[in-house]
């Protein structure tokens, strides 16, 4: 049987929010889409069959990890990634870039080389070029692949910002290459820029003269104010191709992404519900509730009593305090699955309102709430 190949279409628009819908040869993709992030190869305390039954269309891996832990060769035995985590759904590697700027103490960015850093875990040397990282994504068989870029750390240098920026078209340039004629694969371009307009405006047009089959912000969620973000958002949102996906890397929280998808963003990535929910913080439609307050140790009603996925709405707050308080395996296991529910019950209520050109009055009610 022939592969599908990868494409993209918008179905409904309400101003610059919009449905849409991602076609892989591994399922299709309804968007704007969350993807739970499973950085090495596993979304932390849940199954795969687990996210499947949340509406999870789609994960995300991360090449740093796992290019350093167990290494590919090890995940290529097992078929790739999908073989190796058993998981049929779709999924998109990010380049390594992000980890290299947050978690090397020691790294070093050479224009020709690439990232040349010691491993976070036992100090091994690492060099990860825009063709090693695409070597890498390749071997680990993701749908959807990140270009190599090099992701900044919250500056006000324009100079410094400028040059990283520069470095990212170069490596994409590269990255382009690497990757090839791969049409049921598809590689995105990350914009990079920092909160600079003119940056922003310059790395999204030479992106485009390259040529990807998405195009992401990357270079947010790093420490700027969420006006910032969305005021970043606004410069460009007039701009990105409208036949393309807009990906906003690592956002965020349920605000962010309501206010992300105003501007236009189609898919997104996070570690907060799964993080999250591992320290006791629980995100409802009626706000954030921290689980480990003493004021729940008589609270015996559900986190959710409408949610009747996966039998959530069974486990009472009260019982929910115990197990945190106890440190019980289960609290992480049920309050991660209980997350990354709600945000795909978000994302299905925001492609709802989309399709009944409702949104704006669903983000207004929302955008403070949650």
């Given amino acids: 049987m022939a592969l599908k190949n990868f494409a993209f279409n918008v179905l409904k628009k309400d101003k610059f929010a919009r449905c849409g819908i991602i076609e892989t040869h ?89 990232a040349i850093f010691n491993s976070h875990v036992d100090g091994k040397k690492f060099y990860l070029s825009p063709e090693e990282s695409i070597r890498i994504q390749r071997g680990l068989n993701s749908d959807i692949v990140m270009i190599m870029d090099e992701c900044p750390k919250k500056t006000d240098n324009y100079q410094l910002i400028k040059k990283s920026m520069d470095l990212s078209l170069h490596w994409a340039e590269r990255s382009k290459k690497a990757f090839g004629n791969n049409p049921h694969k598809a590689l995105f371009g990350i914009v990079q820029g920092g909160l600079f307009k003119d940056l922003r405006l310059k790395s999204l047009r030479e992106l485009m003269k390259i040529g990807f089959d998405g195009y992401a912000i990357g270079g947010l969620a790093v420490g700027e104010t969420q006006k910032e973000m969305f005021s970043t958002l606004d410069d460009i949102k007039e701009f990105l191709p409208t036949e393309k996906p807009h990906y906003l890397m690592g956002v965020g929280t349920p605000s962010d992404i309501l206010g992300a998808v105003k501007r236009g963003v189609d898919m997104f990535d996070c570690v907060l519900p799964t993080r999250s929910g591992r320290t006791g913080l629980a995100f409802t439609w009626q706000g954030r509730i921290n689980i480990k307050n003493n004021k729940y140790q008589t609270d015996n009603t559900p986190l959710d009593s409408n949610c009747e996925n996966l039998n959530l709405n069974r486990y009472s707050k009260n019982y929910l305090n115990h197990l945190f308080n106890t440190n019980e395996i289960l609290a992480s296991m049920l309050l991660s699955l209980h997350n990354i529910n709600f945000y795909q019950e978000l994302m299905a209520s925001i492609r709802n309102n989309i399709n009944k050109g409702t949104f704006d009055q669903f983000h207004d009610k929302y955008i403070d709430k949650l």
């Avoid at 509406?55 to 190796?84: C, D, K, W």
Wanted: proline fraction near 4%; glycine fraction near 12%.
């Fill in 26 to 114: 591994r399922g299709n993709i309804l968007t704007p889409a969350f993807m739970p992030v499973g950085t090495q190869a596993t979304v932390k305390a849940c199954t795969i069959d687990d996210i499947k039954k949340t509406g999870s269309q789609i994960i995300l891996s991360n090449t740093y990890h796992l290019m350093i832990r167990p290494g590919v060769e090890r995940i290529q035995s097992a078929g790739g990634l999908h073989g190796f985590m058993n998981c049929d759904l779709p999924i998109l590697t990010d380049s390594g870039g992000f980890q290299v700027m947050s978690l090397s103490k020691l790294n070093k960015i050479d224009r020709k080389k690439g």
